[in-house]
């Protein structure tokens, strides 16, 4: 807990929207009324002060209480029309979005996590990418004036955005 404060206050401070382990947070802040990084700042910098200052007390919340805050978010964050909002983007998109939640309720979030992410990679490759191109695409950076132009040869998909 110490080190998600940490964490978060720093992300915060960077600019950053802290969501590893946040999903929940997030969706509330936002769903609260959050518009600008300080609802991230001051959430980290919370946690942070009563992990130190008073983790006595939040020994004392029942773990189902928290349960079911979890389980009510849960809900509003897979509420039918988030459903019906992916199957509009692309059906494939709910595809992803439904082996991802299978998986994670049947197994583990990280094994959902990866049949999601194995998903998009069996539907890029069988709409044509290379799948050498999956993995690392020639990239091509140049700089005019006070312009960047950035060109990927092949596929630019979100497995190579670790490049």
Do not use: C
Not at 77 to 89: D, M, N, S, V
Not at 127 to 145: M, N, Q, R, W, Y
């Amino acid at each position: 807990m110490i080190a998600v404060g940490i964490g978060n206050t720093i992300s915060a401070i960077l600019g950053g929207l802290p969501m590893i382990s946040e999903v929940a947070m997030s969706s509330s802040k936002v769903n609260n009324g959050a518009k600008t990084r300080w609802a991230n700042f001051f959430h980290g910098f919370f946690i942070l002060s009563f992990v130190l200052l008073a983790s006595h007390l939040i020994e004392l919340i029942p773990n189902t209480a928290l349960a079911a805050m979890l389980i009510t978010v849960g809900i509003k964050l897979a509420h039918p029309r988030e459903f019906i909002h992916t199957f509009k983007i692309k059906k494939k998109q709910l595809a992803i979005f439904l082996i991802t939640i299978f998986f994670t309720l049947f197994e583990d979030l990280l094994v959902g996590i990866a049949a999601g992410m194995v998903l998009e990679l069996i539907i890029h490759a069988y709409h044509g990418a290379p799948i050498l191109a999956l993995f690392k695409a020639p990239v091509v950076v140049s700089f005019t004036d006070d312009e960047y132009l950035v060109e990927i040869d092949k596929a630019a998909v979100f497995s190579k955005f670790w490049e």
